[in-house]
């Protein structure tokens, strides 16, 4: 079957629905906004410049023109960015659908910092989704009709360890992919804890796991990487239209908290969307992590 195809008989109608996508200007997170599009949902592109907003609003155009698509500015490496972001949510779409958790970054091209002083993808990737989720929880438990959360997973989480240590979370160089596998073991453990400690039965936390995918979040590579990267992406992975299926599933068919959306080839690399239920319940495996992470953000924040 194709993608296409899937798309069509597979994903349900968005009609009605309100889509907010951060880092909805590229990769998984621009073809998730387009395809939600075309399913009829109003999306909310949440980007961090408004010209790469405007940008991604008149690519999608130029094939969808009916396209119902708004933007807010949101910058996941900003605290500030952030809470202007949450204050933005609440008063313009307090009755949003789904949340698509997606805003990340690979590898910068130099050793770059958060707004915060953090190092950037962790910053960007995990701290910036933790204190969003934090800002945003009190709004969120109160909710009275159905929101999903989703946030985008990766297979690194799976091939990678968080040691306990916490110079992990506060001085891993970002120029090392170190950076990135920590992010995304932070961001799955996230899903956990928030998965469990939800109580609100209209809540879902949702975690879009799509496999391997070719986006452009290789691009800050160094070139002696960035071409046999892109060699070898072509034989493993799928485009990030693909991709985009996992995300979509979880904003339109039916789920329950805590749901996890993997594909259904071998090892969960390729494939189709397929459901893994509740298997949130059977890990403790967030403890430690977040606990380093919260006493590493209160210590900014305070």
Known sequence: MKPEQYL??????????????????????????????????????????????????????????????????????????????????????????????????????????????FPLVLGTNFYGVYYLLEKLSPFLKKTKKEKRVIIEGSLIARWSSYHGDKYDLIKTSSLSFHAYNISKIGLENLFYKSAKENKNKHLKFILSEPGICKTDIIKNLPSWIKGPANSFLKIITHSPMKGSLWSLHAMSEKHDNGDIVIPSGLFSVNGFPKVRSEFFKRTKRYERIIEDTKTIIESKTS
């Not at 909310?44 to 410049?49: D, I």
């Not at 933007?71 to 933005?88: G, H, M, N, P, R």
Request: net charge neutral.
């Open 8 to 117: 069509d008989e597979q994903i349900s109608s968005l009609k009605n629905k309100t889509i907010i996508v951060t880092g909805a200007n590229s990769g998984i997170g621009f073809e998730t906004t387009k395809m939600a599009a075309y399913k009829k949902a109003r999306v909310v592109l949440a980007c961090r410049s408004e010209k790469n907003a405007l940008r991604a609003i008149e690519e999608i155009k130029q094939s969808l023109p009916e396209a119902k698509l708004e933007y807010v500015i949101y910058d996941q490496a900003s605290f500030k960015s952030i809470d202007s972001f949450v204050e933005t949510i609440i008063e313009k779409y307090p009755d949003f659908d789904s949340l698509f958790l997606n805003a990340g970054i690979l590898k910068p091209k130099q050793e770059t910092y958060t707004k915060d002083g």
